[in-house]
């Protein structure tokens, strides 16, 4: 068991629906990440958030809109999903001090149809 | 522009087979460099963390190590629960929020 926490584990959801995917650590973390992952590939960053304030957005299409409502959760709202963004989705978070490791959660596995 | 290469991209072995795993890293000022592994349909686990050359770190049948220009990660007598995808990224000085992974080496330890 990872102490980073993903609900749910398993998403189903059609072009039109609006769901979304949380995020729970309870390790005082300051640092919290949202990754896309495909089959056979690394994970891929999306968003960062340092200190509840969004810090990096690597250009994620406006269909993934992240909320970090405290210094513990991390939501990741979606609407109007693509086929294409079916995807492994990974929250990690990180410790504030110099070179700490990412911790990750087990992830969403999210399909599109 | 800062990058990780992994070799070989997938690698079988018998119990027992000992063996290595390289990651090559180019990177403007290198913070650490991580290894991960990874199970299917799991998250990253996280195994090590380096921070400069001639640095060691070993957990149970596994040894990571570092150079200026790579990282070994040593497997010794492997079992067939080491199987998995073991993913190596670097974190630099610039952009040191982020991570650059690697794509990973895919072992396969037959019993």
């Known amino acids: 068991d990872t102490e980073v926490t993903q609900t749910p584990k398993h998403l189903v959801m059609g072009m039109t629906n609006k769901k979304s995917l949380k995020c729970e650590q309870h390790?005082?973390?300051?640092?919290m990440y949202w990754y896309k992952q495909k089959a056979k590939k690394p994970p891929e960053l999306m968003f960062v958030?340092?200190?509840?304030?969004?810090?990096i957005n690597e250009s994620v299409p406006s269909r993934f809109s992240p909320e970090c409502p405290n210094s513990s959760l991390l939501n990741l709202h979606l609407h109007a999903l693509q086929p294409e963004d079916s995807a492994l989705y990974l929250c990690?978070?990180?410790?504030?001090?110099?070179?700490?490791?990412?911790?990750f959660g087990d992830g969403t596995r999210l399909s599109i149809l | 522009e800062d990058q990780v290469t992994q070799s070989p991209e997938a690698l079988r072995l018998q119990e027992g087979e000992s063996s290595s795993l390289n990651c090559s890293y180019t990177?403007?000022?290198?913070?650490?460099l991580f290894w991960y592994r990874q199970d299917p349909g799991k998250g990253p686990e996280f195994l090590f963390t380096?921070?400069?050359a001639g640095e060691e770190k070993e957990k149970e049948r596994l040894k990571a190590t570092l150079t200026k220009k790579e990282s070994f990660l040593h497997i010794t007598a492997p079992k067939p629960e080491d199987s998995a995808t073991y993913l190596c990224?670097?974190?630099?000085?610039?952009?040191?929020?982020?991570?650059?992974f690697g794509q990973g080496t895919r072992l396969t330890i037959n019993p």
């Open positions: 990690a978070s990180r410790d504030a001090g110099r070179n700490q490791p990412q911790h």
């Open positions: 390790m005082g973390h300051r640092a």
């Open positions: 958030y340092s200190y509840e304030k969004l810090s």
């Open positions: 990177v403007s000022g290198l913070r650490g």
């Open positions: 380096l921070y400069s």
């Open positions: 990224a670097v974190q630099a000085s610039q952009g040191a929020q982020k991570l650059v």
